[in-house]
Structures are given as structure tokens and as C-alpha cells.
């Protein structure tokens, strides 16, 4: 049972494999026909996404300016501007963007939204 269980194995892999051989050469046809290049997923920008266009023009960017993929990941820390950037209380506290937050301790009610305690009687 195991010998022709590794048989029939054996015979699906060399099938998956003349069916993957067949179609990266239909594929080399197709792109030499039709002249297209082989450089992988390379974008242009004519190629980006109207998410990505939307997010530079949104952010104040300049998309030619724009640093590659790898380097922005490989810098640590993004520093993308906009909505989503998040910043530590220190690094606000440095540039005066910090604001204390208001939590209702000037009327000592403890934090509280209601005015009377629900469980005290009238």
C-alpha cells in the first residue's frame, strides 16, 4: 500500500511538473510576442495605485522624492506623516504640540459622566 501510495506520488509530481514547464514556456511565448518585458513587478508611476496617489497628495508629498520600499522599512521607524503618524507624548512635549488632557478634574466629579450616583437614593 505505501509502495504505490509513494508510486502514485511520484507520477502527480512529474505530472505538476511538465504542467509547470509548459506553462512558463506558453508564457515566454506570450511575452516575446507581444514584447513585453520580464522585469517583474516594477512600478512606475503611471503604475501606482490610486490608494498610493491618494496618500501622497493627501500628506503634502512629493511622489518623485519618494524613497523605495526596502529603504523605508530597513530606516526603523516609518516616518509617514499624516492621520496615521503616532507620536510619544515626549516628542510632542519637545516640538509644543503637546496638549494635556482635559478629564474632568476641575469639578473633582472623579471622571464621572453622570451628576448623582445611580445607586444612592433620591
Not at 522599512?73 to 519637545?94: M, T
Request: aromatic share 6%.
Amino acid at each position: 500500500m505505501k509502495s504505490r501510495h509513494a508510486k502514485e506520488i511520484a507520477a502527480q509530481r512529474t505530472a505538476w511538473r511538465l504542467l509547470a514547464e509548459d506553462r512558463q514556456k506558453i508564457w515566454s511565448d506570450y511575452r516575446q510576442t507581444f514584447g513585453i518585458s520580464d522585469s517583474g513587478q516594477s512600478q512606475t508611476e503611471q503604475e501606482r495605485t490610486p490608494r498610493d496617489q491618494f496618500q501622497d497628495a493627501a500628506s503634502g508629498r512629493d511622489p518623485t522624492r519618494r524613497k523605495p520600499e526596502n529603504e523605508q522599512e530597513s530606516s526603523g521607524r516609518s516616518n509617514r506623516q499624516g492621520w496615521r503618524a503616532r507620536r510619544s507624548a515626549a516628542e510632542r512635549k519637545d516640538d509644543g504640540s503637546y496638549r494635556e488632557r482635559d478629564r474632568g478634574k476641575s469639578d473633582d466629579s472623579g471622571g464621572r459622566s453622570r451628576q448623582r450616583d445611580r445607586h444612592d437614593p433620591d
